[in-house]
């Protein structure tokens, strides 16, 4: 027989071997660590729906226009901390590094056809080109909440809940994070031009935004830098601040408070600003952040449409459920209810038909048509953890009599397969 | 007061607005599409996991050698039909187009903690570098099963089962689609080197791939260029595809058949292959397809590990269902169960603390906090469809008297919150 050239093994018999290792920076989610991917990705979506929130999606590529858009230093950001790439028809195409602009594009687009107040939610892939560390890979998962067209407090109240509701549901204690808000138009109204030059504002205010990451001196040192010969800046809390603060406690939620360092990243944020923080110690990275952005969808044209809105990360939030051993330990588990076992090859087609009547019930199962010893597959079922397995051979398949073996009390029951059905059912 | 430039606004003053429209070839999901996406996504996921198989899933971003490792006409397929870019670290990446290489990447990397026969599923999303024509776009996703580790036919039997079973269990029934199986190795046995030169088989199997989409003298034509002079081909089943398809008959799969011209694009492909096509002839390209490939693993080293798989794309698979009718319209509502509607901003307050109640019952409600008149609230509500509304003036938050009304019956009743609940509980 001839060997037609349709294989790649003779190729590769003559070249190195490819590396098993994922791309630089990025993970690979086996069974279990997908488990709780989607476990994570579930409690968010289920909390959000709750507060009413609609889900959307858009795709990672976006036009690199949609984050060069604010500015000089955005497009330093897109160049430098970005995918972008141009397109065989000469387009310049980013991997989307946040989906505030995304949403903001989404929302304008349709602006005429929406009913406002708008709350939409998000579980986006976004990619920043940066050296991986601890909570930042450079393709992570969000959660995106963003409320348009509401400008009055409540909403602010109502966002900030949201966050505080979803680390609830994992089964968060208040005293093991803590919620800090402040307000950009505050420091704005009360950092006066007699402080800071007003061009220095933003970068102020980045300082302030990595006071916690460097130390006293450095910050002082920087500082005045920036404000002018013998000014100080103190910023007090404001009368929209403490709105915001007595409805979430009002709503029950006692672990949130003023903080004047809290400025955010982002350029576009116009007023409230907020970060969750876990208060262990042992994350010191925001949990989540957000604020009003009053201005974004002016981008496009049109009337400003204003929105409130926060970002939620996978890898700090599944840091956190670790940190305080919130990861239920059944969520890891992602063996079928039932295996069936053939004991040889003859009756691996037997075992599909079993497996399918069991299915029908709406249980899971799967059969073990691999070619070890019966021996090897019952352990295996048994490490995988899946709750009952039925071993087949010539003569069950001639009898039709069964046995289901429960694997956690090791009860047995013998008959044909409808009568055993009821026994299958425990969940 | 004076404005610091925070603000996009006046700098976009001078500008032209940006585009809403998304990158060329790729969707915006607006909530109604997500539904529909997540309906599709949901039913795949429930299936596969009836049958035991787990969810995996791996970064968009791979390294390029990945899929120019099985020869030259794959670096070819690279560089002209993905999108594959140098990073700064000077590593050549593609965002991936086919999901088969990454999960025999993953596969292959921990071979040794795995037990086989496994089972995995995926649903990522796919980039293609092409010009967008219908059923086909730049990005889309696409449910990915895979069986590793069991080369008897049962294997085949089972996956082919599972593809049928997705169909079924979204409504379809099994006169509205054909399952077509084929073998190459029976085309390699079958059509000898008298017919072919061995080095021109793979371009005749792509062109007996393309055969419903060019002209039958154009075929002709070609296959000329490809055959001996004289030679005629002609495949007949042989027993394993017999085998498969009596194994899916004993499973009640009445739809299956053999067909030769099923060869499938990838080379990969070493043994079965098979589509599924619908059969009302709105849709020509195949809704599924795949096959077994016995020796994928081996580029990453080691023993070959044989997997079966198939793909299934969302923008075929929504087609089809349009095509059907089998889209449940309940699936497009998004709107939340309840909606309080404050009559002025004095009671946006209580009305979220009478949504955070509702909410704690598991129930979903938004407020609306929008600044739109009473009767434009009501009338929004009722369109988007939710089913209550409690609307909320001055003298509810102090007589604490809530009226609850029913958009769909017009029923209303008027208590203190806790004894409205159970008029609320109705699904």
């Given at each position: 027989m001839h060997y037609y050239p349709l294989s790649p093994t003779i190729l590769l018999m003559t070249e190195k071997y490819l590396s098993t290792d994922s791309y630089k920076g990025v993970r690979d989610f086996y069974p279990e660590d997908m488990a709780?991917q ?21 795709s990672i590529l ?21 995918y972008?790439f141009i397109d065989r028809g000469d387009r310049?195409v980013?991997l ?29 892939n976004?990619f ?10 450079r393709e ?194 992602t063996a079928p209810?039932v295996i069936v076992i053939p004991m040889t090859e003859e009756e691996n087609m037997p075992a599909e038909l079993i497996a399918q009547h069991i299915r029908k019930?709406?249980?899971t199962v799967s059969t073990d048509i691999g070619i070890r010893k019966v021996g090897k597959k019952i352990g295996d079922a048994?490490t995988r953890?899946a709750?009952?397995?039925?071993v087949i051979g010539e003569?069950?398949v ?30």
């Amino acid at each position: 027989m001839h060997y037609y050239p349709l294989s790649p093994t003779i190729l590769l018999m003559t070249e190195k071997y490819l590396s098993t290792d994922s791309y630089k920076g990025v993970r690979d989610f086996y069974p279990e660590d997908m488990a709780i991917q989607r476990y994570i990705f579930s409690t968010w979506a289920k909390t959000a729906e709750r507060y009413g929130f609609e889900r959307y999606d858009a795709s990672i590529l976006e036009p690199s226009a949609l984050y060069k858009a604010k500015g000089a230093e955005n497009e330093e950001m897109v160049n430098e901390q970005t995918y972008t790439f141009i397109d065989r028809g000469d387009r310049e195409v980013t991997l989307r590094p946040e989906m505030t602009p995304s949403v903001a594009r989404m929302v304008a687009g349709q602006r005429h056809e929406l009913s406002f107040p708008l709350r939409w939610y998000s579980i986006p892939n976004l990619f920043r080109y940066e050296r991986p560390q601890r909570g930042r890979l450079r393709e992570h998962c969000q959660l995106n909440c963003d409320i348009f067209g509401a400008s009055h407090y409540t909403a602010d109240v109502e966002l900030i809940s949201l966050a505080y509701q979803t680390l609830i549901d994992f089964g968060a204690k208040p005293d093991m994070f803590e919620i800090r808000v402040n307000s950009r138009k505050l420091m704005q109204e009360q950092i006066s031009d007699k402080l800071i030059s007003p061009d220095l504002l933003p970068d102020y205010l980045r300082l302030v935004d990595k006071k916690a990451k460097i130390s006293n001196d450095e910050f002082i040192k920087e500082e005045k830098k920036l404000i002018k010969d013998g000014a100080s800046v103190a910023i007090v809390i404001n009368d929209k601040v403490s709105q915001v603060l007595q409805g979430l406690i009002s709503l029950g939620i006692q672990n949130a408070k003023f903080d004047s360092t809290i400025t955010r990243g982002f350029n576009y944020y116009t007023d409230t600003v907020f970060e969750v923080f876990d208060v262990s110690g042992e994350n010191n990275r925001a949990m989540l952040g957000g604020g009003r952005y009053d201005n974004l969808t002016e981008m496009f044209g049109g009337e400003a449409i204003s929105g409130i809105g926060f970002g939620m990360g996978d890898v700090t939030m599944r840091d956190f459920l670790e940190t305080h051993k919130l990861i239920p330990e059944y969520i890891r588990s992602t063996a079928p209810h039932v295996i069936v076992i053939p004991m040889t090859e003859e009756e691996n087609m037997p075992a599909e038909l079993i497996a399918q009547h069991i299915r029908k019930a709406g249980i899971t199962v799967s059969t073990d048509i691999g070619i070890r010893k019966v021996g090897k597959k019952i352990g295996d079922a048994s490490t995988r953890g899946a709750r009952f397995i039925i071993v087949i051979g010539e003569n069950e398949v001639s009898s039709k009599q069964l046995t289901i073996k429960n694997l956690l009390s090791g009860e047995e029951h013998t008959g044909e397969l409808g009568s055993l059905m009821n026994y299958l059912d425990v969940k």
